[in-house]
């Protein structure tokens, strides 16, 4: 499959529990962030969205919190499934010369463990 | 419907060669994105199309290029290719109009010898 990664953070969790996956992000005018989830092989995969005058939203199985007082963003999966293996990355839209842009983070491998 | 199309899926060139890798939208979405991916660097941002216009363009060389047409199809084209060009370019498509709702390929894995 594809390499998306060779110095990715790793989080391993058994199957059933909780992941939280955290994500710094750099500019505070962002006005939208995106959560997405990257299967070997695969292009990024939209899971939850969340815009900058919220600091939670739910989705199925998926929790987003955003903390802009230190530009922090997480993902919450609850239940974790073998399926859920994947590398999860966040991006911010940037509104730049009449057009938007993502700018991703580095990436989380999540390993779900029978 | 049909989801973004690359294509190739798969492509080996040499150093020094250039090669123009293709990108179909998702049917209705006007805007159309580039993204390289690397282990070392992530995903970083070519350049942005809509209606045929580049609207925005990340930090590359001006080796990177690209286009779109009036079917909203696009490619990008890569010249005098380097070793560290190596990598899977992404297209993401969306609607372009005040939405976003990006929704990406599943990449061109560029491998240059």
């Known amino acids: 499959g594809e390499s998306v990664g060779l110095h990715l953070p790793t989080l391993s969790v058994q199957e059933g529990d909780n992941s939280i996956i955290n994500c710094a992000y750099s500019?505070?005018?962002?006005?939208?962030f995106i959560w997405y989830k990257q299967e070997s092989g695969k292009g990024p995969q939209f899971i939850i969205d969340?815009?900058?005058?919220?600091d939670k939203r739910q989705g199925q199985r998926v929790t987003v919190l955003l903390n802009k007082t230190v530009k922090h963003l997480s993902l919450q999966i609850a239940a974790t499934q073998p399926g859920d293996s994947a590398v999860y990355f966040c991006?911010?839209?940037?509104?730049?010369?009449?057009?938007?842009?993502?700018?991703f983070g580095t990436g989380t491998q999540l390993k779900v463990e029978l | 419907k049909a989801g973004v199309t690359q294509t190739p899926r798969y492509l080996i060139k040499t150093r020094g060669q250039q090669v123009t890798l293709s990108c179909s939208p998702i049917?209705?979405?006007?805007?159309v994105s580039w993204y390289q991916q690397t282990p070392g660097q992530g995903l970083q941002f070519l350049f942005e199309?809509?209606?045929?216009?580049?609207?925005n363009k990340g930090n590359f060389p001006g080796r990177f290029s690209g286009r779109q047409f009036s079917n909203s199809r696009s490619e990008m084209n890569v010249s005098t290719l380097e070793l560290g060009d190596s990598a899977l370019y992404l297209c993401?498509?969306?609607?372009?109009?005040?939405?976003?709702?990006?929704?990406f390929g599943s990449g061109t894995r560029l491998t240059v010898v």
């Open positions: 969340i815009r900058s005058n919220m």
């Open positions: 993401a498509s969306r609607t372009g109009t005040g939405a976003y709702g990006y929704t």
């Open positions: 199309y809509f209606s045929e216009t580049q609207r």
């Open positions: 991006a911010e839209i940037g509104i730049t010369g009449g057009g938007n842009k993502l700018t």
């Open positions: 049917s209705g979405h006007r805007s």
């Open positions: 500019n505070s005018a962002s006005d939208y």
